[in-house]
């Protein structure tokens, strides 16, 4: 469970924004809405939090933000941050810097980097194994480069002690993350920070896909039933949805690629297993095509969109004649079933994308419902136009925030709760009149809302 996310000279963001998780304590409304944490140090943190502000506001940079601690901890490939640029020469000098602070399997950890360009200059790692906090490990810069300061659990719980994780940080690289590189070595007491952020985070951009989802549907009959199930609950026009597969001529499929990806392919058709998958460089719709090997041939597996006709008989379509927003919700509703079975963490940037503002809104519900029911620290954190979702009796004024550009246009972030509201406040007339900021503002003879 994510308790608060704090980044500072990235992209658009100067000083620092931290995004807090946490319930405002004097709030007394909607108190199903608070997780609480199962750990030694009181943790307590809320479902959702939805940020709202004008295009160019900076919501996607800070969304990105917390993707690039994600990314740069998941891949050995290893991007630059980019530093906010609009200030002087001395501001672009100066590291980015990222830091969490989250719940995961009955522990609190507080994680964090400032890197420059690629290179780190400071990481550091503490645990809440007890009420009180215990240092891991503490990367500085000194001179040239970093040195490392271990604490005395993880020196005790590593085999090798000191001189072991010493020798993992001598050889590792400017730009590497120390935490990383341990990870790989077996330093198991750091493994839980690692699988947060690898396998219990993920950020859902407004093209993304649902990776693979046919295969997993296919596989999984009573999980197609499911979302069929939910599809008709939503209104959407259709029988049901279905996964078919058909043979796949490879040869014929290679022959339409370049040289280098046809390559690339035939190499990767040599060392495909039974059951075993490969997605295409083609694509249909915007959606990545799965090719999957069984008992020695090679199939297809698509979506089809069944439709019922006047005399009852049933017509399919292909998936590409579905719309985006049906498209949309395809891969939206996995984050459904991924909160439901575990503490994870799902943000979204623009998740009204093509969809019905009662759509967005029944998925936040379904969200809210699952993991306040469950108490499994799953939580949702989405940027937003729809303004139909700032409604008192659907959101937490905590769990409401606002982006906007300062003087300097720097991206600043605010939480509802620090405005002063009185009692039966409209908060989306309130933020459509202007009294949160985070509006576009429009010059000359521009249209505006009154």
């Given at each position: 469970?994510?308790?608060?996310?704090?980044?500072?000279?990235?992209?658009?963001?100067?000083?620092?924004?931290?995004?807090?998780?946490?319930?405002?304590?004097?709030?007394?409304?909607?108190?199903?809405?608070?997780?609480?944490?199962?750990?030694?140090?009181?943790?307590?943190?809320?479902?959702?939090?939805?940020?709202?502000?004008?295009?160019?506001?900076?919501?996607?940079?800070?969304?990105?933000?917390?993707?690039?601690?994600?990314?740069?901890?998941?891949?050995?490939?290893?991007?630059?941050?980019?530093?906010?640029?609009?200030?002087?020469?001395?501001?672009?000098?100066?590291?980015?810097?990222?830091?969490?602070?989250?719940?995961f399997e009955k522990v609190v950890y507080a994680y964090g980097f400032s890197i420059e360009g690629r290179i780190v200059r400071q990481e550091w790692l503490s645990a809440y194994y007890t009420a009180k906090e215990t240092m891991l490990f503490e990367r500085y810069w000194e001179g040239e480069g970093t040195q490392i300061v271990f604490g005395n659990r993880?020196?005790?719980?590593?085999?090798?002690?000191?001189?072991?994780?010493?020798?993992?940080?001598?050889?590792i690289q400017k730009e590497q993350l120390f935490l990383r590189e341990a990870v790989k070595r077996d330093v198991s007491l750091l493994e839980p920070v690692e699988q947060w952020f690898v396998s219990h985070v993920f950020v859902i951009r407004p093209t993304s896909r649902a990776m693979a989802l046919e295969v997993t549907l296919q596989n999984k009959p009573k999980a197609l039933q499911k979302m069929n199930e939910q599809l008709h609950e939503m209104g959407m026009n259709l029988e049901k949805l279905e996964t078919k597969e058909k043979k796949f001529n490879s040869d014929q499929y290679a022959n339409q690629l370049d040289e280098g990806d046809a390559e690339r392919f035939r190499n990767a058709l040599?060392?495909?297993?039974?059951?075993?998958?490969?997605?295409?460089?083609?694509k249909s719709f915007g959606r990545p095509q799965y090719i999957k090997k069984k008992n020695d041939e090679l199939y297809l597996i698509s979506f089809e969109v069944c439709h019922e006709r006047q005399d009852g008989k049933q017509v399919n379509f292909d998936i590409s004649t579905a719309s985006s927003?049906?498209?949309?919700?395809?891969?939206?509703?996995?984050?459904?079933?991924?909160?439901?079975?575990?503490?994870?963490?799902?943000?979204?940037?623009?998740?009204?994308?093509?969809?019905?503002?009662?759509?967005?809104?029944?998925?936040?519900?379904?969200?809210?419902?699952?993991?306040?029911?469950?108490?499994?620290?799953?939580?949702?954190?989405?940027?937003?136009?729809?303004?139909?979702?700032?409604?008192?009796?659907?959101?937490?004024?905590?769990?409401?925030?606002?982006?906007?550009k300062d003087s300097s246009s720097s991206s600043r972030l605010c939480n509802l709760v620090e405005f002063k509201q009185s009692t039966g406040l409209n908060y989306e007339k309130g933020y459509l009149e202007g009294r949160f900021g985070a509006i576009p503002i429009f010059h000359g003879n521009g249209l505006r809302l009154k």
């Amino acid at each position: 469970m994510l308790i608060n996310f704090t980044v500072s000279n990235f992209k658009s963001i100067k000083d620092e924004i931290l995004f807090n998780m946490a319930p405002a304590k004097r709030l007394q409304t909607m108190k199903e809405h608070v997780l609480v944490a199962n750990t030694k140090k009181k943790a307590e943190g809320m479902p959702v939090a939805a940020i709202y502000g004008a295009n160019g506001s900076g919501k996607t940079n800070f969304i990105e933000a917390l993707a690039f601690m994600k990314d740069r901890i998941n891949n050995d490939d290893v991007v630059a941050a980019i530093p906010f640029r609009l200030a002087d020469d001395d501001q672009e000098k100066q590291p980015s810097t990222f830091s969490v602070l989250f719940s995961f399997e009955k522990v609190v950890y507080a994680y964090g980097f400032s890197i420059e360009g690629r290179i780190v200059r400071q990481e550091w790692l503490s645990a809440y194994y007890t009420a009180k906090e215990t240092m891991l490990f503490e990367r500085y810069w000194e001179g040239e480069g970093t040195q490392i300061v271990f604490g005395n659990r993880l020196v005790s719980d590593t085999k090798g002690g000191k001189a072991f994780l010493g020798f993992i940080f001598q050889g590792i690289q400017k730009e590497q993350l120390f935490l990383r590189e341990a990870v790989k070595r077996d330093v198991s007491l750091l493994e839980p920070v690692e699988q947060w952020f690898v396998s219990h985070v993920f950020v859902i951009r407004p093209t993304s896909r649902a990776m693979a989802l046919e295969v997993t549907l296919q596989n999984k009959p009573k999980a197609l039933q499911k979302m069929n199930e939910q599809l008709h609950e939503m209104g959407m026009n259709l029988e049901k949805l279905e996964t078919k597969e058909k043979k796949f001529n490879s040869d014929q499929y290679a022959n339409q690629l370049d040289e280098g990806d046809a390559e690339r392919f035939r190499n990767a058709l040599e060392g495909l297993q039974e059951g075993e998958i490969i997605e295409l460089s083609e694509k249909s719709f915007g959606r990545p095509q799965y090719i999957k090997k069984k008992n020695d041939e090679l199939y297809l597996i698509s979506f089809e969109v069944c439709h019922e006709r006047q005399d009852g008989k049933q017509v399919n379509f292909d998936i590409s004649t579905a719309s985006s927003g049906f498209m949309r919700m395809l891969d939206l509703l996995p984050a459904l079933d991924v909160a439901q079975q575990e503490d994870t963490l799902i943000v979204v940037d623009e998740i009204e994308r093509s969809l019905h503002t009662l759509l967005s809104q029944y998925f936040i519900s379904c969200f809210i419902g699952i993991v306040t029911e469950s108490q499994n620290g799953s939580q949702l954190v989405f940027s937003t136009h729809d303004t139909n979702l700032l409604d008192s009796d659907f959101l937490r004024s905590d769990e409401i925030w606002f982006m906007e550009k300062d003087s300097s246009s720097s991206s600043r972030l605010c939480n509802l709760v620090e405005f002063k509201q009185s009692t039966g406040l409209n908060y989306e007339k309130g933020y459509l009149e202007g009294r949160f900021g985070a509006i576009p503002i429009f010059h000359g003879n521009g249209l505006r809302l009154k």
